[in-house]
């Protein structure tokens, strides 16, 4: 008998140019969108202009907050809530990476109680959500997080030096997710790699996982061939919307993955690096993924084997044993990440041996329980020590 399970998605609209259903998808809840966007990529990139007009022929009202920069900060999500004390929208929408889907997320999210309780997010944050907020749209323009089919939002509280889920409910899953690839295409190599990786790590942690579970597993493993055959090409040839295509479903599929399921050891530390160290969360995870692998490999053998194997051409893996397909994987992401020009240290990004005991003490949360192999503080120091 398979174990149950439950699985949430929105409702998601994938494909080229699939970005001029927005109009349409907005009209669904009412007739004004309030925008939330970063301060200049999509700008530059003429994805907003192109916004803007489609909204316009629409007739749709729209208001726009090009205000999120990445590794976003609670401020920026009281930032916007403030604007809506004046405003009236029917819709919000978050068109960016996950730093901008993440706050717009919450805004959306917490919307209710704020309005209706009358109190700030701050007096807000450590309860639960449970009168629905906004409906929300995301329309993520990196491949990499997922955040537009999660109910989590990640934010670093400075005060407090944390990064974390503040807030996370079934209310907070979007109720559209248009994943167009063609927004991919004026990411810059770093930008592509470090999201991607980030992909690859949700996909790798989510299959190996203690809440794995058959469907789950599935698109994950499928997400592991995909971006780990393609995000090298990604990297190399960014206008290539065949491939961009291939990374933006990967990256989709492995978040509808670990969002029914969970992370690992690798998400359990990339946060409190990620709220210590000013650096992309794509990166943090990508040089910590291959220690991890190596620590929990011998507890899910058969998974780190298919790992290894989907990860290659079929004449590369035949005859090879367990034990080999599981060094070939883990062998393959190191090579990936140098071949992608990542860090590959967290020396690089300035970490020292003296940064550990506070990185381990701030280590903690549902990733870390749930990674397939038990990780005391001691296990969490050598995984650090191997990858300084
Ligand atoms: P990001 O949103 O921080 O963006 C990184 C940079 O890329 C920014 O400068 C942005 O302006 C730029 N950019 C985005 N799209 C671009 C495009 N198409 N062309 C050119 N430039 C573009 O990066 P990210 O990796 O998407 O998001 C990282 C954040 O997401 C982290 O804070 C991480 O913790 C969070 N996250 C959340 C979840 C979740 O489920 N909520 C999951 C994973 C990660």
Redesign the pocket.
């Known amino acids: 008998m398979m174990p149950n399970f439950v699985f949430y998605s929105p409702k998601i609209l994938f494909g080229r140019d699939i970005f001029n259903e927005i109009p349409t998808e907005i009209k669904a809840f009412g007739n004004s969108v309030l925008v939330v966007t970063?301060?200049?990529?999509?700008r530059?990139?003429g994805?907003t202009d192109r916004l803007e007009t489609i909204l316009a022929e629409a007739k749709i009202t729209y208001y726009l907050m090009e205000t999120?920069?990445?590794?976003?900060t609670i401020e920026h999500i009281e930032e916007i809530l403030d604007f809506l004390h004046n405003q009236q929208v029917d819709v919000v929408l978050a068109l960016?990476?996950?730093?901008?889907?993440?706050v717009a997320?919450v805004v959306a999210g917490v919307f209710g109680h704020i309005t209706k309780e009358q109190i700030t997010l701050r007096e807000f944050i450590g309860h639960n959500i449970t009168i629905p907020g906004l409906p929300f749209i995301a329309v993520?323009?990196?491949a990499?997080?997922?955040?537009e089919?999660?109910?989590?939002?990640?934010?670093?509280d400075k005060q407090a030096k944390i990064?974390r889920?503040i807030f996370r409910s079934p209310l907070m899953i979007p109720k559209v997710a248009i994943v167009d690839p063609c927004?991919?295409?004026?990411?810059?190599p770093k930008?592509t790699a470090?999201?991607g990786m980030?992909a690859l790590t949700?996909a790798i942690e989510a299959y190996v996982t203690r809440k794995a579970n058959a469907l789950c597993e599935s698109l994950a493993i499928q997400a592991i061939e995909i971006l780990g055959k393609n995000l090298q090409r990604a990297v190399e040839d960014g206008a290539n919307i065949e491939i961009r295509e291939k990374i933006a479903y990967g990256s989709l599929i492995s978040?509808l993955a670990?969002?029914n399921s969970s992370l690992g050891a690798v998400?359990g530390l990339?946060?409190p690096i990620?709220a210590l160290f000013h650096a992309?969360?794509?990166v943090i995870c990508a040089i910590l993924l291959p220690h991890v692998m190596e620590f929990n490999k011998d507890v899910v053998p058969e998974k780190f084997a298919k790992i290894g194997a989907v990860l290659h051409r079929s004449e590369e893996i035949i005859g090879k044993t367990n034990s080999e397909l599981i060094e070939m994987g883990i062998d393959f992401i190191k090579n990936l990440l140098k071949a992608v020009h990542l860090p590959t240290s967290l020396h690089e990004l300035g970490i020292t041996a003296e940064n550990i005991p506070r990185i381990v003490k701030d280590t903690g949360g549902s990733s870390l329980n749930n990674n397939p192999r038990k990780a005391n503080p001691e296990d969490l120091t050598h995984i650090l020590e191997n990858a300084l």
């Open positions: 970063g301060k200049s990529a999509m530059k990139a994805i999120v920069d990445p590794e976003p960016g990476g996950g730093s901008v889907i993440d997320k993520p323009t990196t990499g997080t997922g955040s089919v999660t109910k989590n939002s990640v934010i670093i990064k889920s927004l991919t295409i004026s990411m810059p930008i470090a999201s980030d949700q978040a670990f969002a998400h990339a946060h990620g992309p969360h794509g």
